[in-house]
């Protein structure tokens, strides 16, 4: 489930509404240039007095109020002049781009720096961590953008400062390479969660299979194989949506919310004041990430065996914590929280609290009546079916949904589109001008200008896809050889018409459905291969190709309008885009072999690590091939329910109108239904910390809080990395904090004294 491009803009937004209201009105020019990136406006129109008006009247008439007449026309033309004086006027204070007119735009080869690519690899990697980490608890990723952004410009505005100092300095720190960065970062990591390493991937071994109703049908981990599937699926979104850039971010001026809210991140933090408070916002980054390092590191003392350690602190009794409500002490989480929409946190925590405070301990009452008696908690023919299907339901239901509502969504605005063409053909095509419009603003004419500037030849695009897509074709075959190649063939024949509405539904939504797209796959490729020819293993492959293809698509997309913005070139948006998925496609797999070589329970519902996305993808894939048979009783009814319930949810959230965003989201409150609330309960707290921080002083809060929440989760993610390098060195913690009831304590404290 990808949270990450849905949350959270808003909090960018938010710091640049703060700043709007702490510059000083005597600094007009920087009060104005803040206040040009939260108020869009459109240029006020021109109204033509018609001279006209008089023609059919009589002379007499004309003659006697002739005076009166002219008097009437001086006044309009001085109305005209001093509404267009104004317009002028406010376009000069809300300009974007003349704050940067004295600037020269570096060419596209300029914008990709030697030294931009250095910091792009050492943050995907600290960035490939955290996401592997998220991908590998919960599933739920946060948007990473801001602290991608605020690192990226501290690195590279160092580096250029020693050299400047050292007289050693050839080129300026820019916005556009700044933006090279971003998009570098955001698609190397990106590959942690579209790799599938906490779903469709991890879900082929054996370690997964060995907890679902087919054990037969596995592929277990490789380094090697791996990366040559990731070189050959990851690419393909890349081509497929590059000669419909124009006609997304010019023509049909799709927001891209995300994209946008880089864009304003990235102009702000060049000016003077945005360098300023990026500095202190910086500053705190860093204290929270070693304060969170630190804790990580301390904690680690305590985990000796299975049970111990701070994440097994029954903090809200020993029932509780057997139901998995407590508290586990988790940094990363608190900073999740932080970041994520108070409404996302509040359903995982229902979701929770429906299912492991109710619903479970009642079904639990019927062992032996709908379920085998002395199954065990792990088993899918017993309660561990329940949970399982049960959120596979709601997420399918959820999917649903959205999916029918984004693409329709989707179809009517592009019909619209095309239809209000003023132009004889329907759709633009890269090369060609657009519609006459109204007179655009300095700042749009400069965007363009500089957009279609560097044009990237549809025969290229077209030729790469092709050419990646007949390697791809005879490639995947040979790595699975139950995944046939016309099945791939016909994914590659609909890819592009799937890319382009992902495309455009993530520009109008920021929501990207690729996980969505590859349920769809799972489902389609594994009832037409069959369990007999393993549906299962290429189910879950296809999978894989169809969420790397859509996903990079509105990703590359969000970075268009990200360099639109900026005046970072087209070209070098593209060419950054694919070093940073080359880099994605071998540091991600080298992060998950680390986790894998490391944590032997990799994938089990009892590790740290349950990775639950990959059994519900397995199972996923086992229902498209096998059918329902193999459910518990009563368990394919109650997924029905739920599976309503989860369409009806969405539905009253759409019709209600504002009060909808009080409704609980049913995506969130199925994570908790097979993991359990406790990582909900640190969520909270961390929208608690938030709320009682608004609440003393917002506008401390909306300037600082995403970078306290992106310091946890950094300093929390990257102390993964040195205790991974523990556990395969063979080094234990040397203390085991657990926690025992007092009956239980009395009898150890028996056992012990004999």
Same mark, same amino acid.
């Given at each position: 489930?990808?949270?990450?491009?849905?949350?959270?803009?808003?909090?960018?937004?938010?710091?640049?509404?703060?700043?709007?209201?702490?510059?000083?009105?005597?600094?007009?020019?920087?009060?104005?240039?803040?206040?040009?990136?939260?108020?869009?406006?459109?240029?006020?129109?021109?109204?033509?007095?018609?001279?006209?008006?008089?023609?059919?009247?009589?002379?007499?008439?004309?003659?006697?109020? #002739?005076?009166?007449?002219?008097?009437?026309?001086?006044?309009?033309?001085?109305?005209?002049?001093?509404?267009?004086?104004?317009?002028?006027?406010?376009?000069?204070?809300?300009?974007?781009?003349?704050?940067?007119?004295?600037?020269?735009?570096?060419?596209?080869?300029?914008?990709?720096?030697?030294?931009?690519?250095?910091?792009?690899?050492?943050?995907?990697?600290?960035?490939?961590?955290?996401?592997?980490?998220?991908?590998?608890?919960?599933?739920?990723?946060?948007?990473?953008?801001?602290?991608?952004?605020?690192?990226?410009?501290?690195?590279?505005?160092?580096?250029?400062?020693?050299?400047?100092?050292?007289?050693?300095?050839?080129?300026?720190?820019?916005?556009?390479?700044?933006?090279?960065?971003?998009?570098?970062?955001?698609?190397?990591? %990106?590959? &942690?969660?579209?790799?599938?390493?906490?779903?469709?991937?991890?879900?082929?071994?054996?370690?997964? &299979?060995?907890?679902?109703?087919?054990?037969?049908?596995?592929?277990?981990?490789?380094?090697?194989?791996?990366? &040559?599937?990731?070189?050959?699926?990851?690419?393909?979104?890349?081509?497929?949506?590059?000669?419909?850039?124009?006609?997304? +971010?010019?023509?049909?001026?799709?927001?891209?919310?995300?994209?946008?809210?880089?864009?304003?991140?990235?102009? !702000?933090?060049?000016?003077?004041?945005?360098?300023?408070?990026?500095?202190? $916002?910086?500053?705190?980054?860093?204290?929270?990430?070693?304060?969170?390092?630190?804790?990580?590191?301390?904690?680690?003392?305590? *985990?000796?065996?299975?049970?111990?350690?701070?994440?097994?602190?029954?903090?809200?009794?020993?029932?509780?914590?057997?139901? @998995?409500?407590?508290?586990?002490?988790?940094?990363?989480?608190?900073?999740?929280?932080?970041?994520?929409?108070?409404?996302?946190?509040?359903?995982?925590?229902?979701?929770?609290?429906?299912?492991? %405070?109710?619903?479970?301990?009642?079904?639990?009452?019927?062992?032996?009546?709908?379920?085998?008696?002395?199954?065990?908690?792990?088993?899918?023919?017993?309660?561990?079916?329940?949970?399982?299907?049960?959120?596979?339901?709601?997420?399918?239901?959820?999917?649903?949904?959205?999916?029918?509502? +984004?693409?329709?969504?989707?179809?009517?605005?592009?019909?619209?589109?095309?239809?209000?063409?003023?132009?004889?053909?329907?759709?633009?095509?890269?090369?060609?001008?657009?519609?006459?419009?109204?007179?655009?603003?300095?700042?749009?004419?400069?965007?363009?200008?500089?957009?279609?500037?560097?044009?990237?030849? *549809?025969?290229?695009?077209?030729?790469?896809?092709?050419?990646?897509?007949?390697?791809?074709?005879?490639?995947?075959?040979?790595?699975?050889? $139950?995944?046939?190649?016309?099945? +791939?063939?016909?994914?590659?024949?609909?890819?592009? *018409?799937?890319?382009?509405?992902?495309?455009?539904?993530?520009?109008?939504?920021?929501?990207?459905?690729?996980?969505?797209? #590859?349920?769809?796959?799972?489902?389609?490729?594994?009832?037409?291969?069959?369990?007999?020819?393993?549906?299962?293993?290429?189910?879950?492959?296809?999978?894989?190709?169809?969420?790397?293809?859509?996903?990079?698509? !509105?990703?590359?997309?969000?970075?268009?309008?990200?360099?639109?913005?900026?005046?970072?070139?087209?070209?070098?948006?593209?060419?950054?885009?694919?070093?940073?998925?080359?880099?994605?496609?071998?540091?991600?797999?080298?992060?998950?072999?680390?986790?894998?070589? &490391?944590?032997?329970?990799?994938?089990?519902?009892?590790?740290?690590?349950?990775?639950?996305?990959?059994?519900?993808?397995?199972?996923?894939?086992?229902? #498209?091939? $096998?059918?329902?048979?193999?459910?518990?009783?009563?368990?394919?009814?109650?997924?029905?329910?739920?599976?309503?319930?989860?369409? %009806?949810?969405?539905?009253?959230?759409?019709?209600?109108?504002?009060?909808?965003?009080?409704?609980?989201?049913?995506?969130?409150?199925?994570?908790?239904?097979?993991?359990?609330?406790?990582?909900?309960?640190?969520?909270?707290?961390?929208?608690?910390?938030?709320?009682?921080?608004?609440?003393?002083?917002?506008?401390?809060?909306?300037?600082?809080?995403?970078?306290?929440?992106?310091?946890?989760?950094? #300093?929390?993610?990257?102390? *993964?990395?040195?205790?991974?390098?523990?556990?395969?060195?063979?080094?234990?913690?040397?203390?085991?904090?657990?926690?025992?009831? @007092?009956?239980?304590?009395?009898?150890?404290?028996?056992?012990?004294?004999?």
């Amino acid at each position: 489930m990808k949270w990450r491009d849905r949350i959270n803009s808003h909090y960018i937004l938010n710091i640049f509404a703060q700043w709007r209201k702490s510059v000083s009105l005597g600094n007009k020019g920087t009060y104005n240039y803040i206040n040009s990136f939260i108020v869009l406006r459109e240029s006020e129109p021109i109204f033509k007095y018609l001279g006209d008006m008089a023609q059919n009247e009589n002379e007499d008439r004309a003659v006697d109020s #002739g005076f009166e007449f002219e008097q009437h026309v001086d006044d309009e033309q001085k109305k005209l002049e001093q509404q267009k004086s104004t317009r002028l006027l406010e376009e000069e204070e809300t300009s974007v781009e003349k704050v940067f007119k004295h600037l020269l735009v570096p060419s596209w080869k300029n914008q990709l720096t030697f030294r931009a690519f250095v910091v792009s690899f050492f943050l995907s990697i600290l960035f490939s961590f955290i996401v592997m980490k998220l991908n590998l608890t919960t599933g739920i990723i946060p948007s990473l953008n801001v602290s991608a952004g605020l690192l990226g410009f501290f690195f590279v505005k160092t580096w250029t400062k020693f050299l400047e100092k050292s007289d050693l300095l050839k080129q300026p720190f820019t916005r556009q390479e700044n933006t090279v960065i971003q998009t570098c970062v955001v698609a190397s990591s %990106g590959i &942690a969660f579209s790799g599938g390493f906490g779903s469709y991937l991890f879900g082929m071994s054996e370690h997964v &299979a060995n907890q679902s109703s087919d054990t037969s049908d596995f592929k277990d981990p490789k380094l090697g194989w791996i990366i &040559a599937f990731l070189f050959v699926v990851s690419f393909l979104g890349l081509f497929s949506v590059v000669p419909l850039r124009k006609i997304m +971010v010019i023509d049909f001026k799709l927001t891209y919310p995300s994209g946008t809210a880089t864009a304003l991140l990235i102009n !702000s933090l060049h000016t003077p004041q945005g360098a300023k408070l990026a500095k202190k $916002q910086v500053k705190l980054l860093g204290k929270f990430f070693s304060l969170s390092f630190l804790w990580g590191f301390f904690q680690w003392f305590y *985990t000796a065996s299975d049970g111990c350690g701070f994440q097994a602190f029954p903090s809200l009794g020993l029932k509780a914590y057997d139901n @998995r409500f407590f508290f586990d002490f988790s940094a990363l989480y608190i900073g999740v929280g932080m970041i994520c929409p108070y409404i996302v946190n509040i359903s995982v925590l229902l979701g929770g609290i429906l299912s492991w %405070g109710i619903m479970w301990p009642l079904i639990k009452t019927r062992e032996g009546h709908w379920y085998k008696a002395g199954l065990g908690d792990g088993s899918l023919e017993g309660i561990q079916g329940y949970r399982v299907f049960i959120a596979i339901a709601i997420i399918l239901g959820d999917g649903l949904y959205n999916f029918v509502k +984004v693409l329709t969504h989707t179809l009517f605005s592009l019909f619209n589109q095309i239809r209000n063409k003023q132009r004889a053909n329907a759709l633009p095509v890269a090369h060609q001008d657009s519609s006459s419009s109204p007179e655009l603003s300095y700042d749009d004419q400069r965007r363009k200008q500089l957009f279609l500037k560097d044009q990237i030849a *549809t025969w290229f695009a077209v030729g790469g896809y092709v050419a990646i897509a007949a390697i791809s074709t005879a490639t995947l075959p040979h790595i699975f050889p $139950q995944l046939k190649w016309y099945y +791939v063939l016909v994914i590659y024949l609909i890819a592009p *018409t799937l890319a382009f509405c992902n495309a455009y539904g993530s520009g109008l939504t920021d929501w990207s459905l690729a996980s969505t797209y #590859g349920k769809l796959a799972i489902f389609t490729i594994g009832a037409w291969a069959g369990a007999s020819h393993g549906g299962v293993l290429a189910s879950l492959a296809a999978c894989g190709v169809m969420m790397n293809i859509v996903s990079t698509a !509105s990703d590359l997309m969000q970075d268009f309008k990200t360099g639109y913005l900026t005046l970072a070139s087209p070209r070098s948006m593209f060419v950054s885009q694919i070093i940073g998925t080359a880099m994605g496609c071998v540091i991600s797999p080298c992060v998950f072999w680390i986790f894998y070589k &490391a944590f032997p329970d990799l994938g089990t519902h009892k590790s740290q690590y349950p990775a639950p996305n990959a059994i519900v993808f397995r199972n996923m894939a086992i229902l #498209g091939v $096998q059918g329902f048979g193999s459910l518990p009783d009563n368990c394919l009814l109650i997924c029905y329910i739920f599976f309503g319930a989860a369409i %009806g949810i969405n539905l009253i959230k759409d019709l209600v109108g504002k009060v909808g965003r009080f409704i609980p989201l049913p995506m969130a409150m199925a994570i908790p239904f097979y993991l359990g609330p406790y990582f909900a309960i640190d969520m909270c707290v961390g929208s608690f910390i938030l709320f009682v921080w608004e609440k003393l002083n917002k506008a401390k809060a909306d300037a600082f809080a995403p970078a306290v929440a992106s310091g946890l989760i950094c #300093g929390d993610g990257i102390w *993964t990395l040195p205790a991974s390098i523990l556990a395969i060195a063979g080094i234990k913690p040397p203390i085991c904090m657990k926690f025992l009831s @007092r009956a239980t304590n009395n009898r150890v404290d028996v056992f012990l004294g004999n």
